[in-house]
């Protein structure tokens, strides 16, 4: 074994042994019962529905906004950059309480949503605020240096060609920055699936409403360990899976645009 990974040995051990102890408490019978849990399907499909619609708004607004941060030189990319990594430095519990003095009925915008007949705290809406604001970060750095990598000469040959500026972004950037995208949006996903403390602050931990997957888990640890285990195996499942997706689709992405 060499001397890098021999000095780093106490890091490893603290990544594996958690999973590990994870994995071994609980076997087989507790897992399936962990998943006839009551608190393990209306959890389960409230934290999909978000995650992916957080992940939506995500990608919708935030590719647009990848691309503007990773092409210009414009003197105010580096104010903007900061507030897209501002959410992976701050707290969560200071995330959620930011988000209640927002939108909350007292907060900066909450009288103009009443008016309007919107109330956003402790709603599913909140869920998907919550959790598209958490996972943005990712998704936007990643889109930012995807795009970044693309050669503008490409770009200008296809221009040049005749493509409309529309065109040269659908063929020739998109397929491009197309592996990078992927993997952002599989993070971003990822952090939207496990976000816990700003939903609990600003959307609490309804049941059929606001209690997605983390807030069950805390939720039953308190009276079941067991079945919290088997939820967070659960989780654990999911989250390998998508940790998978995030190093496998992009290669092949990268392959299939290739010429």
Do not use: C, K
């Not at 409230?46 to 995500?58: C, G, Q």
């Not at 105010?76 to 927002?102: F, H, I, K, S, W």
């Not at 000469?153 to 197309?178: E, I, K």
Request: glycine share 10%; hydrophobic share 60%; no cysteine.
């Amino acid at each position: 074994m060499s001397r890098p990974l021999i000095a780093a040995a106490p890091l490893l051990l603290l990544l594996l042994l958690p999973g590990v102890a994870l994995v071994l408490g609980a076997g087989p019978a507790d897992l399936a019962a962990g998943v006839r849990h009551p608190a393990f399907a209306p959890a389960l499909g409230l934290s999909l529905r978000t995650s992916l619609t957080s992940l939506a708004f995500v990608v919708a607004f935030g590719t647009p906004l990848g691309w503007w941060l990773g092409r210009t030189r414009h003197p105010a990319r580096r104010a903007l950059e900061l507030l897209v990594d501002l959410p992976v430095v701050l707290p969560p519990a200071v995330v959620g309480l930011a988000l209640l003095q927002a939108f909350g009925r007292r907060g900066l915008f909450g009288e103009a949503l009443a008016g309007v007949g919107l109330e956003l705290p402790f709603t599913t809406a909140a869920v998907v605020l919550a959790q598209a604001l958490v996972a943005s970060p990712f998704y936007v750095q990643a889109a930012a240096s995807a795009f970044r990598e693309v050669d503008e000469d490409l770009v200008l040959v296809a221009r040049t060609l005749g493509a409309s500026p529309r065109q040269a972004m659908l063929r020739v950037v998109l397929p491009l920055a197309l592996p990078g995208l992927v993997g952002g949006a599989a993070l971003a996903w990822a952090r939207a699936l496990g976000e816990f403390g700003a939903t609990l602050l600003f959307a609490g931990n309804r049941v059929g409403v606001t209690q997605t997957m983390p807030l069950a888990i805390y939720e039953t640890l308190t009276s079941d360990v067991r079945s919290a285990v088997a939820l967070a195996l659960a989780l654990a499942g999911a989250s390998l899976g998508l940790l998978l997706v995030l190093r496998l689709v992009p290669s092949r992405a990268a392959q299939g645009a290739r010429p």
